[in-house]
């Protein structure tokens, strides 16, 4: 009886190795921290959402993961770090569009290739805003599209800096409406917004995050949301589409990427472990809170979205002729 006991109990373990081998690479965790390298300074939306997210996936990184700020040249900087880095799932890029869809298109040449960046997910989008100070003689899209033709060339625009996201979206805006305006870059968004509520500029295309709280206080006014629906942190404000602007839809996204050669078994690691932590109640309240719309798409879907992005905003910057040193 205990010889068949035994080889029963041989059989069966041998059978079950059998079983659990071809999935042993995928059963594997990573075993090095794991850097989320943002290319812009800690305390904005692109620093704040892979913060949320880092305290979510330590289950599925059990060696930890931190979140790395190396900002500069429009990003360019931590997106050459992570194209050199090893593509073996120690280190990804999370960042808005500049380094990822928009900055080949910018500037005359880049130390890395986006094109061969390896899509992971889109963390989240979030939708920019046409904001104008108090005062301006326009309470809605139409009238200010009216003013702008009575006044070409004499309004006056801020924005991030030249080739910013903030800067491209009222370039989009000018070919879209037939206006003229004249552009006042800033070297950030903080910048932007004093001079916008101190009235020093007319307007700006910004971000739903840092607008909303000026908007709310009366201290300035947005008139359209650039998104295919109204924004739930700010519900009364139309669209561009609603207010007779077809076309003009203009999101900020952001998106998870690995370098070249990165394996389809550490993409698909990293992406079940970020789009999990993207459907955590308090994840999706505190995006909410920064006017974010939770992404988590598969990396097919998302390298999808970052071409027609890309494809878009190159567009609008050659008909514009937008150029960065």
């Known amino acids: 009886m205990q010889t068949t006991i035994t080889r029963r109990a041989v059989l069966a373990l041998t059978a079950a190795a059998a079983a ?85 298109h910018l500037y005359k040449s880049l130390s890395f290739d986006p094109t061969k960046w390896v899509p992971i997910t889109i963390v989240a989008t979030v939708p920019n805003v046409l904001n104008v100070r108090k005062g301006f003689p326009a309470s809605n899209l139409q009238e200010l599209i009216a003013y702008l033709k009575a006044n070409p060339g004499k309004v006056t625009y801020a924005s991030q800096g030249n080739g910013s996201t903030s800067h491209l979206t009222a370039a989009m805006f000018m070919q879209l409406t037939g206006t003229e305006m004249i552009h006042v870059p800033y070297k950030g968004t903080s910048p932007a917004l004093v001079d916008l509520v101190g009235g020093q500029v007319d307007l700006f295309f910004d971000n739903i995050a840092s607008s909303a709280t000026f908007h709310n206080s009366g201290k300035t006014r947005i008139l359209a949301v650039a998104d295919q629906k109204r924004s739930p942190l700010l519900p009364q404000v139309p669209t561009f589409v609603e207010s007779k602007v077809p076309g003009m839809v203009a999101v900020t996204f952001f998106s998870m990427v690995a370098p070249a050669g990165t394996s389809k078994e550490t993409v698909a690691h990293a992406h079940k472990a970020f789009a999990g932590a993207l459907q955590a109640p308090d994840v999706k309240q505190k995006f909410a809170e920064q006017g974010a719309t939770p992404g988590g798409w598969s990396p097919e879907k998302s390298a999808q979205f970052i071409r027609e992005e890309s494809e878009k905003w190159g567009k609008v910057i050659k008909t514009a002729n937008v150029t960065v040193e």
């Open 20 to 104: 659990a081998a071809p999935g042993l690479p995928a059963l594997a965790q990573p075993a090095r921290t794991l850097k989320l390298i943002v290319p812009f300074p800690a305390g904005g939306t692109a620093d704040i959402l892979p913060r949320l997210l880092a305290d979510k996936v330590r289950a599925a990184y059990p060696a930890g993961v931190i979140v790395d700020n190396r900002s500069g040249a429009g990003g360019n900087i931590g997106a050459e770090l992570v194209a050199r880095s090893d593509p073996d799932g120690s280190t990804f890029l999370v960042s808005p569009p500049g380094p990822i869809a928009i900055n080949h």
